[in-house]
Nanobody, 118 residues
Framework: QVQLVESGGGLVQAGGSLRLSCAAS????????IGWFRQAPGKERELVAR????????YYADSVKGRFTITRDNAKNTVYLQMNSLKPEDTAVYSC???????????WGQGTQVTVSS
């Protein structure tokens, strides 16, 4: 069992930055691939970025490449999403999910709101 708690969301002006954190409980955190997802009002949830269990493999959606960076610190049971050059279209609820491989999302956090004003 893994419990995930997101933090770091908030209101920021376009062009600004935020760093989201996904803190996990449980002794097997380092075994899980972690993904950051977002869902804007009226839109489907989309995968923003994903990182492998050891941090060596990452994926980014085209819409965030070059602006967002996903990293993890297994010693702290935490995955981070550094978001730079934020745009109003990045506004959404951001959630993290853990899966035993990159195709699975077995556990979800509650989400954190990111709002980017123009």
């Amino acid at each position: 069992q893994v419990q995930l708690v997101e933090s770091g969301g908030g209101l920021v002006q376009a062009g600004g930055s935020l760093r989201l954190s996904c803190a996990a409980s449980g002794p097997t955190f380092s075994s899980y691939s972690i993904g950051w997802f977002r869902q804007a009002p009226g839109k489907e949830r989309e995968l923003v970025a994903r990182i492998g269990s050891s941090g060596g493999v990452t994926y980014y959606a085209d819409s965030v490449k070059g602006r967002f960076t996903i990293t993890r610190d297994n010693a702290k049971n935490t995955v981070y999403l550094q978001m730079n050059s934020l745009k109003p279209e990045d506004t959404a609820v951001y959630s993290c999910a853990a899966g035993l491989n990159r195709f699975r999302n077995d556990y979800w956090g509650q989400g954190t709101q990111v709002t980017v004003s123009s």
